[in-house]
């Protein structure tokens, strides 16, 4: 199964997940690029958007997104995971 992906950002100063957005299976690709994946990525990655990036994503996602107090990641997850929990 291929994993699922999402735009993560996390507040700078507590480290705390604040804002998702799905990307759509039709957008994996696309915003895979634009975040420099690496073709041999194997889904378990996370990687780091600076502004320029999260702007091309967003207007991929057709979603505003630029909160300046977020740092934002490219992140896979396993399509029936509960990635809303919080950890320990």
Not at 7 to 24: E, I, N, Q, S
Not at 47 to 76: C, K, M, W
């Amino acid at each position: 199964m291929s994993p699922m992906y999402e735009v993560t950002g996390y507040d700078r100063k507590t480290g705390r997940l604040v804002a998702f957005y799905d990307v759509p299976p039709r957008r994996v690709s696309s915003i895979k690029n634009i975040a420099d994946v690496p073709w041999s990525d194997d889904g378990l990655g996370a990687y780091p958007l600076d502004r320029d990036q999260v702007s091309a994503v967003a207007r991929l996602l057709e979603t505003p997104i630029g909160n300046a107090d977020l740092d934002y990641f490219l992140e896979a997850y396993d399509e029936g995971a509960d990635r809303r929990q919080p950890s320990g």
